[in-house]
Nanobody, 114 residues
Framework: QVQLVESGGGLVQPGGSLNLSCVAS???????????VGWYRQAPGKEREFVAR???????KYIDSVKGRFTISRDNAKTTLYLQMNSLKPEDTAIYYC?????WGQGTQVTVSS
């Protein structure tokens, strides 16, 4: 069973940065490295939405609203997924979830406010 643990969220002012991590502790490095993995977010009162994904090849895809500000990356040796978030805006406020093998972590809260 996949176990995912996100971390790195917090309260940040507009324009600030955060780096989220998601550790897939139950997967081998080989299996993790063969998977497409991604980040989603859910803002208060809204549905969960796709944010970014990265394929085993390193190919990435982003929702338009975060392009140029967020960077998704992975460290297969550590079975860890990252989301570097720069130039944060209040509308980025949400709970951020990683997704691996159609499983979800518990989420990490990101709040962008002055």
């Amino acid at each position: 069973q996949v176990q995912l643990v996100e971390s790195g969220g917090g309260l940040v002012q507009p324009g600030g940065s955060l780096n989220l991590s998601c550790v897939a502790s139950s997967l081998t490095t080989t299996i993790f490295g063969s998977l497409g993995v991604g980040w989603y977010r859910q803002a208060p009162g809204k549905e969960r939405e796709f944010v970014a994904r990265i394929l085993p090849s390193g190919d990435t895809k982003y929702i338009d609203s975060v392009k140029g500000r967020f960077t998704i990356s992975r460290d297969n040796a550590k079975t860890t997924l990252y989301l570097q978030m720069n130039s944060l805006k209040p509308e980025d406020t949400a709970i951020y979830y990683c997704n691996v093998l159609a499983r979800w972590g518990q989420g990490t809260q990101v709040t962008v406010s002055s």
